[in-house]
């Protein structure tokens, strides 16, 4: 994907990003802190952040296509070799969202459907024990802040490569109106 609409395709996929990442790495936190979000925020987030996995190679896909096609500069560079950090990113908030969703599942009791009969269900990852869930929360408290600087420093650098240089600090004349 090149472009939308006559447009460089990242300059819009970067926003989904911008938006989707730190807003799953929000709920990721909430979900790994809150019981009461866990339960309803789990499997949409895992959802979410995969989502975004699956996005960001695409946005940065995009990235180097644009990046071949502006002037070679120290800000484009330093842009374009800080984006290639989100994948890293995005791959901690998925991976920990995942197994807080898994981790939420095997708190459910499973049912037999036609008798809705709990069944013994063998877990793997501790649903109750709160060692794992302090270990968790303070895994998405790390992660989910990283996160978020990783894509604050991205969207820094991208900014600046575009609009360094390209504004004036004085308004520009204006036609007089008749």
């Known amino acids: 994907m090149t472009t ?3 447009l460089p395709a990242h300059i819009l996929l970067v926003h989904a990003i911008v938006v989707l990442l730190p807003l799953s ?3 990721l936190v909430l979900t790994a802190l809150w019981p009461a979000a866990r339960r309803k925020l789990a499997g949409p987030n895992a959802v979410l952040s995969v ?13 180097e296509w644009l ?3 502006v002037p070679a500069t120290p800000l484009v560079r330093a842009h374009t070799e800080l984006g290639d ?6 791959i901690g908030v998925a991976a920990l969202a995942l197994v807080i969703w898994w981790r939420h599942r095997e708190t459910l009791p499973a049912t037999d459907t036609p008798r809705r009969l709990p069944l013994p269900r063998r877990t793997f990852l501790a649903p109750r024990s709160t060692p794992v869930t302090a270990v968790l929360a303070a895994a998405a408290i790390l992660i989910a802040g990283g996160a978020a600087y ?4 991205i969207g820094d650098s991208g900014a600046q490569a ?4 390209q504004f004036s600090a004085t308004p520009a004349p204006r036609s007089p109106r008749r």
């Not at 989502?51 to 990235?63: E, F, W």
């Open 25 to 27: 790495a929000l709920l």
């Open 67 to 69: 990046e071949r096609r």
């Open 4 to 6: 939308l609409n006559g």
């Open 51 to 63: 989502l975004v996995l699956i996005l960001v190679p695409i946005t940065t896909d995009a990235g």
């Open 85 to 90: 950090t989100a994948i890293y990113s995005a």
């Open 150 to 153: 990783d894509i604050y420093r």
């Open 162 to 165: 575009s609009w360094q240089g």
